[in-house]
């Protein structure tokens, strides 16, 4: 129940294309839904963040889409960019981290 | 304002020693969280540790494993006679807050054990 599921485990997506990255939970006590970027050999760095209470949220090229009753929620990266090839997770929180798998994302010119 | 800082970056070690790894959080931080992360894996929550004070080890595991974040200092993830299975990169995230919903955890580069 303290799952978070990833999907997929990599995706390859051209130069302006859009990156859609999907993570669901099972704990309804989750209420808070970060997601990281980490470049390798780098740690995580927060890209963007929501709560269950809205359903979605943008900054920039970077949405975050909530599902609270299917329980899922999803990070759209609109016109991406090479710069955005790195490992992107998804996590949900009560008061620690629960973190997906990652998603290896690439972006080719 | 430095970010979290920790050190060693690369830790070598050989089976049956003993590896401690450090995290310096965000200046006005107190509060510090561990993660591991296996290869090709996410980062799965070890502890949270406020100064003098463990209040979640619930990710630890039982055995040669310990934290502390004292009251002056860094924080120190200490492993006891290391195995090849402690191999990982170690993680260590600070907030200003503290178990509280929202609150942004700021993770460091990391520390990479290799255990021989």
């Known amino acids: 129940q303290q799952q978070v599921k990833q999907s997929p485990q990599s995706l390859i997506v051209q130069k302006g294309g859009i990156s859609i990255i999907n993570c669901a939970y099972e704990n309804t006590a989750f209420d808070y839904f970060p997601w990281y970027q980490q470049f390798p050999g780098k740690g995580p760095a927060l890209l963007i963040a929501?709560?269950?209470?809205?359903s979605e949220k943008k900054e920039g090229r970077f949405t975050i889409s909530f599902n609270k009753s299917a329980k899922q929620f999803s990070l759209h990266i609109m016109d991406s960019q090479p710069g955005d090839s790195a490992t992107y997770f998804c996590a949900a929180s009560t008061d620690k981290l629960i973190f997906g798998t990652g998603t290896r994302l690439q972006v080719f010119p | 304002n430095a970010g979290v800082m920790q050190n060693p970056r690369h830790l070598v070690r050989r089976r049956g020693q003993e590896a401690r790894l450090r995290c310096s959080p965000m200046k006005g931080h107190s509060h510090v969280y561990w993660y591991r992360q296996l290869p090709e894996e996410g980062l799965k929550f070890m502890v949270y540790l406020q100064k003098e004070n463990i209040i979640d080890e619930s990710g630890m595991p039982k055995e040669r494993f310990s934290a502390e974040f004292p009251k002056e200092g860094p924080s120190i993830l200490r492993i006891q006679q290391v195995v090849r299975g402690d191999s990982a990169a170690y993680f260590c995230?600070?907030?200003?807050?503290?178990?509280?919903?929202?609150?942004?955890?700021?993770f460091g580069p990391g520390t990479r054990l290799t255990v021989l």
């Open positions: 929501i709560r269950p209470d809205v």
């Open positions: 995230a600070s907030s200003p807050l503290g178990g509280q919903v929202t609150d942004t955890q700021y």
